[in-house]
T-cell receptor, first 116, second 109 residues
Framework: EAGVAQSPRYKIIEKRQSVAFWCNPI?????LYWYQQILGQGPKLLIQ????????DSQLPKDRFSAERLKGVDSTLKIQPAKLEDSAVYLC??????????????FGPGTRLLVL | GQSLEQPSEVTAVEGAIVQINCTYQ??????LSWYQQHDGGAPTFLSY????GLEETGRFSSFLSRSDSYGYLLLQELQMKDSASYFC??????????FGSGTQLTVLP
């Protein structure tokens, strides 16, 4: 089966500009996650969707970040306006719902964002 | 919330055994997962412990002690390709994961 797809793979922007990332999860996976991974750190959950509803967005900086998953399949994450500290890899992951709490998350290749 | 601690770096030689420890402080803990991430790559799932004890998957094993809020990943018969970052991650009630800061494993020839 195809894995999690993300685009673009790399993006360089200047501070105060806006940027959007796209993610297409594994077919049939109801749960989609966006993570921010700063160099040398572990992934930090920004937002979790189940189908097209938000489960957890407690760590999403809502003054500048937004995300949507309108049809319960692919998703976009937007930053507007970007700050220097937003330079990171943005990872998308998906998982199925099997009734168990052990649900492997499958990660996409990520988008590397550099804010100048 | 949840916080996890793991060593930042571990070095071992090919063929050796290495253990990467992880301690956690949590509210609402449902299990401990381990992920591997090569430089420039995506995290990939290695192992999961919901209950106390040892889980074995090939050369990799993972252990959990809920009473001690402690777990570890054991890598046996180390190979050069095992050089990567390893993350422990605590699972929450909504199936979300909180990741540790990662352990960079370097395998020397």
């Amino acid at each position: 089966e195809a894995g999690v797809a993300q685009s673009p793979r790399y993006k360089i922007i200047e501070k105060r500009q806006s940027v959007a990332f796209w993610c297409n999860p594994i077919s049939g996976h109801a749960t989609l996650y966006w993570y921010q991974q700063i160099l040398g750190q572990g992934p930090k959950l920004l937002i979790q969707f189940q189908n097209n509803g938000v489960v957890d967005d407690s760590q999403l900086p809502k003054d500048r970040f937004s995300a949507e998953r309108l049809k319960g399949v692919d998703s976009t994450l937007k930053i507007q306006p970007a700050k220097l500290e937003d330079s990171a890899v943005y990872l998308c992951a998906s998982s199925s719902i099997s009734g168990s709490f052990q649900e492997t998350q499958y990660f996409g290749p990520g988008t590397r964002l550099l804010v100048l | 919330g949840q916080s996890l601690e793991q060593p930042s770096e571990v070095t071992a030689v090919e063929g050796a055994i290495v253990q990467i420890n992880c301690t956690y402080q949590t509210s609402g803990f449902y299990g401990l997962s381990w992920y591997q991430q090569h430089d420039g790559g995506a995290p990939t799932f290695l192992s999961y412990n919901a209950l106390d004890g040892l889980e074995e998957t090939g050369r990799f094993s993972s252990f959990l002690s809920r009473s001690d809020s402690y777990g570890y990943l054991l890598l046996q018969e180390l190979q050069m390709k095992d050089s990567a970052s390893y993350f422990c991650a605590a699972g929450g009630s909504a199936r979300q994961l909180t990741f540790g800061s990662g352990t960079q494993l370097t395998v020397l020839p």
